[in-house]
Nanobody
Framework: QVQLVESGGGLVQAGGSLRLSCVVS????????MGWYRQAPGKQRELVAA???????NYADSMKGRFTISRDNAKGTVYLQMNSLKPEDTAVYYC?????????WGQGTQVTVSS
């Protein structure tokens, strides 16, 4: 059974930083493409950043230069370092993994940025 467990969310002031973690179990993590998505109240879920099995990264335009996604295959963990946070970054952040055409999701972690 594949499980994704996020942690690291919380309340932070604008301009601050947070690092989210997502630990994956039940599969071969190095063969899984990983991503972070977020969903704000009343809005659709959107891609924040993704990292391929080869380590190639891509970011949504509004996160470029502020967020960094990385993976540690030895630990089965993907990270999202978020700097220069803005109130509009407030959302539930979800970890996503894709392997063999199947999507897996974590339960989400709340990030709240106060102004």
């Amino acid at each position: 059974q594949v499980q994704l467990v996020e942690s690291g969310g919380g309340l932070v002031q604008a301009g601050g930083s947070l690092r989210l973690s997502c630990v994956v179990s039940g599969t071969i993590f190095s063969l899984m493409a990983m991503g972070w998505y977020r969903q704000a109240p009343g809005k659709q879920r959107e891609l924040v950043a993704a990292v391929s099995t080869f380590g190639t990264t891509n970011y949504a335009d509004s996160m470029k230069g502020r967020f960094t996604i990385s993976r540690d295959n030895a630990k089965g963990t993907v990270y999202l370092q978020m700097n220069s946070l803005k109130p509009e970054d407030t959302a539930v952040y979800y970890c996503n993994g894709v392997r063999r055409g199947q999507d897996y999701w974590g339960q989400g972690t709340q990030v709240t940025v106060s102004s």
